[in-house]
């Protein structure tokens, strides 16, 4: 079997960073672990067609906007802000080729808001593609809610 360009304790380490990132607002830094091709992607209802309704469908540009949004004091779907925590587990790797892994993950994402917690479950894949000094970039992180049929209310976060 070929050695894999990344191994599965590398990989949790890297979706561990993007979790805290996220769990600590740190939303610049995490869009800096992203490709400029990138695409962040929670499908709706069919998970394998990205022409069908999607819950989110970003490329870069509106991944940045989405990051704007979010740090604007005039967006009151997150006034205040949602406090979130990421579990990561079940991490699998499949090598694409010597700079391009696949990463498999499962999350559970706890958001706590006015007084309200929920949970959302998901399986993520992530595509990271190795960019020279730059090291391991997502180029396509896709997050697959277990729950995506049922109303989402004031998803405004980012997953």
Known sequence: MPELPMT???????????????????????LDLFTNDAVYWVPGHDPDDPAATSIIYDD??????????????VT?????????????????VEAR?????????????????????????ARCEHHLRREGEA??????????LLDRDAPLYNLTFLL
């Open 97 to 121: 080729s010597p700079r391009e892994v696949r990463i498999d993950s499962v999350c559970v994402i706890h958001e706590t808001r006015l007084g309200q917690t929920r949970a959302f479950a």
């Open 60 to 73: 870069r540009p509106t991944m940045e906007d989405r990051v704007r949004r979010l740090r604007s004091p």
């Open 8 to 30: 599965v304790a590398e990989a949790s380490a890297f979706l561990f960073l993007e979790a805290r990132l996220l769990d600590e607002r740190r939303f610049e830094e995490w």
């Open 76 to 92: 009151f779907a997150q006034s205040p802000p949602s406090r979130t925590l990421h579990l990561i587990g079940n991490v699998e």
């Open 135 to 144: 090291g391991w970039r997502i180029s396509l992180k896709k997050v697959v």
